[in-house]
């Protein structure tokens, strides 16, 4: 096996990431304190070409050198929009017919792997702060709750390794059939 060359990828440009057909997700960062974070859900949602983040509340937007730093340039691919709260940006999404589901640890959560998601549906997923998690009230208006099962001693993941895994699992249910 050979390693391939940058430029032997054949990726597209920023300008035709942004026409290009768009895997029906969206992120919301729900109070994402960490830069480093953002800017590493920018640069996962670049590479399953996702729709757009919603950044709420304390979460930073582009342009920030830490995001950068880990976004490597898809703030500059990835659509964006700010909203000050994150109910805003859930029932801005629920009006506009997406499914929004919390990705946390809950009463009737769904586990990832039981997931079952339609091809002709609209998703969104909302996750939280490093420390809190999502916010009761944002949970309050979702159409439910995704966890993701975890063996070790710890009750948490990394929200960049959380949107990684979330991620993947939408595309592989949503586009890989």
């Avoid at 990828?9 to 919301?28: D, G, Q, T």
């Avoid at 709260?85 to 959560?109: C, N, P």
């Avoid at 998690?133 to 710890?154: H, W």
């Amino acid at each position: 096996m050979r390693k391939l060359k940058i430029t032997e990828l054949n990726r597209m440009s920023v300008e035709e990431f942004h026409h290009a057909e768009k895997l029906p997700l969206i992120v919301v960062l729900d109070q994402v304190r960490s830069l480093h974070n953002v800017g590493s859900v920018f640069r996962t949602s670049d590479a399953f070409r996702l729709d757009s983040i919603y950044l709420c509340g304390i979460t930073a937007t582009p342009p920030q050198p830490e995001i950068h730093k880990t976004a490597l340039g898809a703030e500059d691919a990835v659509a964006w929009k700010y909203f000050e709260r994150t109910q805003d940006a859930v029932a801005f999404l629920k009006a506009e017919g997406y499914e929004v589901l919390a990705v946390e640890q809950a009463e009737g959560s769904t586990m990832l792997q039981h997931l079952q998601l339609q091809s002709d549906k609209k998703y969104a997923i909302v996750l939280g702060n490093e420390v809190k998690g999502v916010q009761q009230e944002v949970i309050d208006m979702c159409d439910g709750c995704v966890e993701i099962p975890q063996f070790g001693t710890k009750h948490s993941l990394n929200v960049s390794v959380t949107a990684g895994i979330l991620i993947w699992e939408f595309a592989r249910l949503l586009k890989m059939r």
